[in-house]
């Protein structure tokens, strides 16, 4: 098995931008880099390569300069790199570029087994279109939106990022050493709209009854103050099967318990998300247990408790 991964040199658009007279990017005047998406289809091949010791070939289209771009994929682990240019190919659209890289693939040679990975799309036309319009041209079978990709045995497997379409807002109450990180991911994965890092809230409960849906994604756990809130307002919950989640929610009766790893809460959100009336269920559960946690109750159980040992007392 062969992995050819197509990558673009585009400008830094985190330094200077320059413009033409003409509104286009004067790319002769900055910097460049390896378009950010490709860099993640350049990680991906070399993974699948120290798993599978497969051979791992970079090609890209542009002018002479791309050279250097390639030099930094072969750094990086590849195994061959192309630059396919002439003077013809400049202002080529993605129907052209594609074009241009399916016949340069398909010199290459590739076969049956191979695998043609692209990034995304590019920062400099965000189009997405030349990855698939390669997939057309060579007539291979196609997975767009891929988050991660495995090999066993004689099957590879794509888990896609937005398989399952589900339009949602995520949240993110609370402030740690993670948020850089969580930054980053957002993005990089260009998550900017639908997840928002809202920060320390001194009175979240205001966000947590506009919420449809409360999530606790903990490894580890105490006693859940969130889950406890998210049961006093009344709302769906979905965790991890962390400490004192089966006290609080028994098996699953008031809200949905998941196994403690990324797959099985993910089935469980999606579950929430798509089986019909199980959000109004949950909702409805969440009701009748957080009962036990009202002020109101909690002093009268305390109430209660203390009688009774006064009781005992005067008995004695």
Request: glycine residues 8%; proline residues 3%.
């Amino acid at each position: 098995m062969k992995i050819y991964v197509c990558v673009k040199q585009v400008p830094d658009t985190s330094g200077k931008v320059a413009v033409n007279p003409d509104g286009t990017l004067n790319r002769a005047s900055m910097q460049t880099i390896t378009n950010p998406d490709d860099m993640n289809a350049v990680e991906a091949a070399l993974k699948l390569k120290d798993a599978t010791g497969c051979k791992v070939t970079v090609v890209t289209m542009g002018p002479p300069p791309a050279a250097g771009m390639l030099r930094e994929a072969l750094a990086m682990g590849a195994d061959e790199a192309y630059l396919v240019s002439a003077r013809e190919f400049g202002g080529s659209d993605t129907y052209a570029t594609s074009q241009i890289l399916a016949a340069a693939l398909s010199t290459l040679g590739v076969e049956k087994d191979d695998i043609v990975m692209c990034g995304r799309q590019a920062i400099d036309g965000d189009t997405a279109q030349v990855g698939p319009q390669i997939a057309e041209k060579l007539h291979l079978p196609q997975v767009s939106y891929a988050g991660d990709i495995k090999l066993e045995g004689n099957t590879v497997t794509v888990k896609r990022m937005l398989e399952d379409g589900l339009d949602h807002d995520l949240w993110i109450i609370g402030e740690g050493e993670e948020r850089s990180r969580l930054e980053a991911y957002i993005q990089e994965n260009h998550l900017e709209v639908s997840a928002k890092l809202l920060g320390f809230r001194e009175n979240p409960y205001n966000l947590m009854h506009a919420a449809d849906l409360l999530v606790c994604s903990s490894i580890f756990e105490g006693f859940s103050t969130f889950v406890t809130e998210g049961l006093i307002l009344g709302k769906p919950i979905v965790t991890t099967d962390v400490s004192g989640m089966q006290e609080l929610l028994g098996d699953s009766e008031y809200g949905l318990i998941t196994a403690n790893d990324d797959e099985a809460f993910y089935e469980g959100v999606k579950r929430m998300l798509t089986e019909p009336r199980l959000l109004e269920h949950y909702a409805e559960q969440a009701k009748i247990r957080g009962r036990d946690f009202k002020c109101e109750k909690l002093a009268k159980d305390t109430e209660a408790f203390f009688e009774r040992e006064l009781r005992k007392k005067r008995g004695k």
